[in-house]
């Protein structure tokens, strides 16, 4: 929970950032984290939905479909077979109970909640010194949407579009907001005057 008045807006990592986290996650062990945090920036799920995610669902697929609690769409993303192999090497360390248990599931044997996941990455934060101002689940799915358009700089308008129907937003501009391109567009205004 948040201080009262304190500014809870999530921000993204930057993609480069995010991979040299999940490295040293799991040069340490912690697959489960890294497991969260690559799956979260890789798929841009919620985080309701990220907690419902079964083995079952996810080990050895060419791709995932769910239909995502919020919006009720049904989404279908294929895998990657790198992301494919990460997955079965996570699932090997982790060692799980059975396959139909959930993914990310607490060491009392209940799936996290979101809470307890915000205060691990905000631990993960503070020990990995993570480059982000505020770090929570919902900036995985911030990261996903600021890499899709970064990596289409040829077709960005389009590449928007598609996260604003991906996100369920109104707009574009709600779309630029929450990928952080509004904020980088101000501050280069102000950089570009000289005295």
């Known amino acids: 929970m948040s201080l009262k008045y304190s500014n809870t807006t999530a921000d993204r990592l930057?993609?480069?950032?995010?991979?040299?986290?999940?490295?040293?996650?799991?040069?340490?062990?912690?697959?489960?984290?890294?497991l969260f945090i690559t799956l979260g920036s890789f798929w841009g799920f919620r985080v309701y939905d990220m907690k419902q995610l079964t083995w079952l669902l996810i080990l050895d697929k060419d791709e995932i479909t769910i239909t995502e609690h919020k919006t009720e769409k049904k989404r279908t993303i294929p895998i990657s077979p790198q992301l494919k192999k990460f997955i079965a090497d996570c699932y090997n360390h982790i060692n799980p109970?059975?396959?139909?248990?959930?993914?990310?599931l607490s060491q009392k044997k209940t799936v996290y909640s979101t809470q307890q996941?915000?205060?691990i990455l905000k631990q993960v934060k503070a020990?990995?010194?993570?480059?982000?101002?505020?770090?929570?689940?919902?900036?995985?799915?911030?990261?996903?949407g600021r890499q899709v358009y970064n990596q289409n700089p040829k077709n960005a308008e389009?590449?928007?579009?598609m996260l604003m129907d991906m996100f369920n937003?109104?707009?574009?501009?709600?779309?630029?907001?929450y990928i952080g391109l509004r904020q980088e567009e101000v501050a280069q205004t102000y950089e570009?005057?000289?005295f």
Do not use: E
Not at 16 to 32: E, F, P
């Open 14 to 34: 930057d993609w480069a950032d995010m991979l040299n986290l999940v490295r040293k996650l799991i040069q340490d062990g912690n697959y489960k984290i890294a």
């Open 97 to 104: 109970v059975c396959l139909n248990s959930p993914v990310f």
């Open 117 to 119: 996941l915000n205060r």
């Open 127 to 144: 020990k990995y010194r993570v480059n982000v101002k505020n770090f929570s689940c919902h900036s995985l799915r911030k990261t996903f």
């Open 158 to 161: 389009r590449a928007l579009v």
């Open 169 to 177: 937003h109104s707009s574009l501009a709600i779309t630029r907001r």
């Open 192 to 194: 570009s005057l000289s």
